[in-house]
């Protein structure tokens, strides 16, 4: 699950396209199949959105939730590929992008009814 904040007049406009951009990396980097892409857009009136001083209302938070399982090494592949491919399809400077990975153990998960330590039918790998 992938939850993406920012201004609503900068981020709606880009929605479709962006989403595309952290699927393709997360495809690349994590092996995830397009099929399982889970994004949601919160966009948000300027004024409820408050960011550090020197980034522009481009300001895009990127909050990456997943199962623990990939290596370090591989998230940070994820973290640059993100950077890197953002600002090549949508001029976004990696200093307007904030990216947050948030793991939680198997068990932590839900869904198809039942737990993520239970599913045996994954068409990706989680270990890598």
Request: net charge neutral; with cysteine; glycine share 8%.
């Amino acid at each position: 699950m992938i939850v993406i904040y920012g201004i609503k007049e900068r981020l709606n406009p880009i929605k479709a396209r962006l989403s595309d951009v952290i699927q393709s990396c997360m495809g690349r980097e994590l092996g995830l199949p397009e099929d399982k892409r889970s994004h949601r857009f919160i966009p948000m009136e300027k004024e409820d959105f408050y960011y550090p001083g020197g980034r522009s209302d481009a300001y895009t938070v990127i909050e990456i939730n997943m199962m623990e399982g990939r290596r370090e090494a591989t998230q940070k592949a994820l973290i640059k590929s993100l950077f890197i491919e953002i600002e090549k399809a949508l001029g976004i400077s990696p200093v307007d992008i904030e990216i947050i990975i948030k793991e939680q153990p198997a068990h932590c998960w839900g869904f198809r009814g039942m737990t993520g330590d239970e599913v045996t039918d994954l068409k990706y790998r989680v270990k890598v």
